[in-house]
């Protein structure tokens, strides 16, 4: 029996896919928080908080698309034509988050407001259009003799459009925790305020997407409803059930650390229920990881400089971590 080389590389994109979810989106999410807080000296500990940071998470979305490229070139073909406008506007707005991020500590007091404008404003954009890629990609895409066969505004639904909303409201609790994670006092104590009812908000969307998706998708109905399915799925909303009443629980007793984790929690358990809806086609609704995939010598290539390169960016994302570990207060800057 030979290594079956598409679910491995199938398994570093996810993980790849699910690394970056996790670390941009709680910086996205101190960008879409912005507004909330209204005092300049809360927003430079806002953003000193993910400030040595926040450039490495890039690298997993990087991996993410170059493995796409490599492993699964008609997916990265297929995928890329589809939802060429979406991708562009996340990267506008990765692009003017990343810069508001450099000049905002470096602006004058009457100009700085035009940076901060510049970071809500870009990680509100990448983050809506990162949940509407999602929502497209889980409507699937037509596809004729290996090509995209449809047009370039088939993106644009209602179902997408409320998939960015949602996404937008699981990176705010996710910024959220991370802020309650990492800082102290009257800051601390607004995120505790704002954490309670993000987890409800959440809990609503993640209900509508929930019944909204079998609804409009058979195949997907039939994957969750039919038995023994069933039986084995059911953990994972009763999961989403419990993580969220802990959750609300440890908000309630101004918990430090496991608001946080927790909402990590909430993401895994998320990213499992689309994988269950999708799995294993990487073009929905029809096309798998074996269709799509490279011929094997140029996987095997592959892999090998891979497996090399992931411990080194696990190493120093873990380090970069350490090293700034612990609360950020009012006396810590930017350099």
Not at 136 to 141: E, N, R, T
Not at 191 to 202: E, N
Not at 276 to 305: K, T, Y
Request: aromatic share 16%; glycine share 10%.
């Amino acid at each position: 029996m030979g290594i079956d080389l598409p679910l491995i590389w199938a398994v570093i994109i996810i993980f790849g896919i699910m690394m970056y979810v996790v670390m941009d989106g709680f910086d996205l999410g101190i960008g879409i928080l912005f507004p909330f807080i209204k005092g300049k000296t809360d927003r430079d500990v806002m953003m000193n908080t993910v400030a040595p940071v926040w450039d490495g998470n890039e690298t997993w979305l990087v991996l993410g698309g170059a493995a796409l490229f490599g492993a699964f070139p008609l997916a990265y073909s297929v995928v890329l034509s589809a939802l060429y406008l979406p991708l562009i506007f996340m990267l506008m707005g990765l692009i003017f988050r990343g810069v508001a991020f450099e000049f905002r500590f470096k602006a004058k007091d009457h100009k700085r407001h035009l940076w901060d404008k510049a970071f809500i404003g870009g990680s509100i954009a990448a983050t809506f259009f990162q949940g509407v890629a999602l929502g497209a990609f889980i409507d699937g895409f037509p596809v004729e003799n290996r090509q995209f066969a449809g047009g370039s505004l088939d993106w644009l639904t209602p179902f997408t459009m409320f998939c960015g909303a949602a996404l937008v409201v699981a990176y705010a609790l996710l910024g959220c925790t991370w802020l309650i994670m990492k800082t102290e006092g009257k800051l601390q104590e607004q995120m505790h305020d704002l954490a309670r009812p993000l987890a409800f908000v959440l809990l609503a969307v993640i209900g509508i997407v929930s019944i909204w998706t079998p609804l409009a998708h058979t195949d997907i109905a039939a994957r969750w409803f039919s038995l023994p399915n069933l039986f084995w799925f059911l953990p994972v909303p009763i999961l989403v059930l419990v993580t969220l009443y802990g959750l609300i629980r440890a908000v309630a007793r101004n918990a430090n650390y496991t608001p946080f984790l927790l909402t990590l929690v909430l993401i895994f358990l998320g990213y499992s229920g689309l994988g269950i809806s999708l799995w294993p086609n990487i073009v929905p609704p029809s096309i798998s990881i074996w269709d799509a995939a490279a011929p094997p010598q140029s996987q095997g290539f592959m892999l090998v400089g891979t497996l090399f390169i992931i411990p080194f960016i696990l190493g120093y994302t873990f380090w970069s971590y350490y090293v700034f570990r612990g609360k950020v207060t009012h006396e810590d800057g930017y350099h």
